[in-house]
């Protein structure tokens, strides 16, 4: 499982079809809501003075958008996008605004509020300053969000961007602060008296609105991100928080006063909710990269452990064959009158079974290139035969009986006569030696047949120790072994060549005792001996 960039960051994200249905619902909530309590004038009905709720509100959209500005800003120290950077100072604006805007509401701090003059007039103002701000970064962000990466802050330290948004925010507001508090007799005023707004309310409010529109208007052309879709939806509750609480405008602690702090508050934390869960999802996908990574590494080790053992394993028969040759050729050569035909004999078999070390290193090679080129038509009586040669040594070190039915019409195959021998070989050595451990008859059965739609099926039985029946799945499976010396690489071999022959290895408990394992080659890599 690949993860690309775009996986992992928010801002990039699509949304999924639920995302778009969900955000969908909360819009059409929210519309609603707003025309309910517009066309039934309810936005005056006056309800109970909650002195405390202002603080409440106020803290909680400090804590929500701060937080939200640390995880855009986090997702600004990946991509290093203008546009993210915007965003997130947008957020730190609504953060920050809010503290001013408590300083100054009436009732909350002190009766006319803490920054003094007309404490009202104030906190229409930095309302304005807030409800106005915002919609303009998102703007802002909607223009730049498709910026060339080339475009892009690389060359500016994360930390000084950010820090620079947060102290550019925090000096904007305090010195629009302190403009309102000591210019604020020659601004124009919001407020005829302490409950009538003036008309230039009216028209800020409608410059709000439109901003918001506009947003809602440039993210819906550009968008593309789970963020963009949100956004919309958090200017969509912009939109609607000044229209029902402007046209007509609500007393504070009317309904529609409390709908539009319900609507800031819903605007602050929706984004927020949105960020937390899709963080959330990431995580997760993360997590499962991680793990698939550590298993493909696994994989590869096993590979490469499995190719060493391979190695070992084929080269380690021959190899022994040839020191147990040279020390007999030695000895004939050593005596008082050497014995120059005997070693020449062992130095014969030095020679042939360097040279099948070699073939069995091209065959591993092969193996692993499936080179279709060196198979040719065998004749599998021959192979078996063959094979028994090199293994009679051992044979008769353990007293083992051997039994060769060999099939007389059987038809030759097509394949790779030093994997296919490598294949005889593995089965025949793991007989031995299952029966070299054991007392009673010793018998090696091999033998060949003609199976079903002309396949040739070849059986190597023994009388050994068998199988046990939780072990049967496991010993095809690399670097399953059960002796001490063991690699557990012959049969994973055995099984991969024949089944690069297109045959299959299967094995079965003997009859009354021991394993038969048996290969089957099948008719489409066969033909019968006649057609030759
Ligand atoms: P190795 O011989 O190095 O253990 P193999 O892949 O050839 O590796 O065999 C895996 C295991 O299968 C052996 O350790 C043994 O337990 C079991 N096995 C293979 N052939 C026989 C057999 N003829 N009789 C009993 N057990 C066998």
Not at 148 to 161: F, G, H, S, V, Y
Not at 335 to 359: C, H, L, M, T, Y
Request: contains cysteine.
């Amino acid at each position: 499982m690949a993860l690309r960039e775009q996986d992992l960051v928010l801002s990039s994200l699509p949304p999924s079809r639920t995302q778009q249905q969900l955000a969908l619902s909360v819009a059409l909530l929210i519309v609603l809501m707003a025309l309910l309590i517009s066309i039934t004038g309810m936005q005056q009905v006056k309800l109970a003075v909650i002195d405390a709720l202002v603080p409440l509100f106020g803290m909680a959209m400090f804590v929500s958008d701060s937080i939200t500005a640390v995880l855009l800003f986090t997702q600004f120290s990946i991509v290093r996008s203008r546009a993210l950077l915007v965003i997130s100072s947008g957020f730190v604006w609504t953060a920050l605004v809010v503290i001013p805007w408590l300083l100054s509401f009436p009732g909350v701090f002190a009766p006319h509020g803490l920054l003094g003059g007309s404490s009202s007039e104030i906190t229409v103002w930095l309302y304005t300053l807030w409800h106005a701000g915002f919609p303009i970064f998102v703007i802002a962000f909607a223009l730049l969000k498709d910026a060339q990466p080339a475009k892009r802050l690389r060359q500016l330290p994360a930390a000084t961007a950010i820090l620079s948004c947060i102290v550019g925010s925090a000096a904007v507001i305090a010195g629009a602060t302190y403009v309102l508090v000591v210019f604020q007799a020659h601004l124009p005023s919001f407020m005829i008296d302490a409950m009538n707004f003036s008309v230039l309310w009216y028209y800020t409010a409608a410059i709000i609105a439109l901003l918001s529109a506009l947003a809602i208007s440039l993210l819906w052309i550009r968008r593309k991100s789970l963020l963009d879709l949100w956004l919309m939806v958090v200017m969509l509750v912009f939109l609607t928080e000044v229209l029902i609480s402007s046209f007509p405008v609500s007393a504070r602690f009317s309904l529609g006063w409390y709908a539009g702090r319900t609507c800031s508050l819903l605007s602050g934390s929706l984004i927020l909710i949105v960020l937390l869960y899709e963080i959330t999802i990431v995580y997760a996908r993360l997590i499962g990269a991680v793990r698939a990574q550590s298993r493909e590494r696994g994989a590869r080790l096993i590979t490469g452990d499995a190719v060493a053992a391979t190695i070992a394993h084929e080269i380690k028969q021959p190899l022994s064959t040839i020191i147990t040759r040279a020390e007999t050729g030695l000895r004939w050569l050593d005596r008082a009158s050497p014995e120059i035909d005997k070693a020449k004999e062992q130095f014969a078999e030095i020679v042939a079974n360097g040279r099948r070390a070699g073939a069995v290193m091209d065959g591993i090679r092969g193996n692993f290139k499936k080179d279709p080129r060196i198979r040719t038509w065998l004749d599998v009586n021959v192979l078996i035969e063959e094979t028994l040669t090199l293994v009679h040594g051992d044979l008769q070190q353990h007293r083992i009986l051997v039994r060769t039915e060999p099939h007389a019409g059987l038809p030759q195959i097509m394949g790779d006569r030093i994997q296919l021998q490598q294949v005889l070989l593995n089965l025949i050595t793991n007989a031995i030696e299952a029966m070299a451990g054991k007392q009673g008859l010793r018998v090696l059965g091999v033998r060949s047949e003609v199976g079903k739609e002309g396949n040739v099926v070849v059986s190597v039985a023994d009388t050994g120790k068998g199988i046990q029946s939780q072990e049967i799945d496991q010993i095809f499976n690399p670097l399953f072994t059960t002796k001490p010396d063991g690699m557990g690489m012959g049969l994973s071999i055995c099984r991969s060549i024949v089944e690069s022959h297109d045959g299959s290895l299967l094995v079965f408990p003997n009859s009354p005792e021991g394993a038969v394992f048996q290969m089957v080659l099948h008719a489409s890599t066969t033909t019968a001996l006649a057609s030759v």
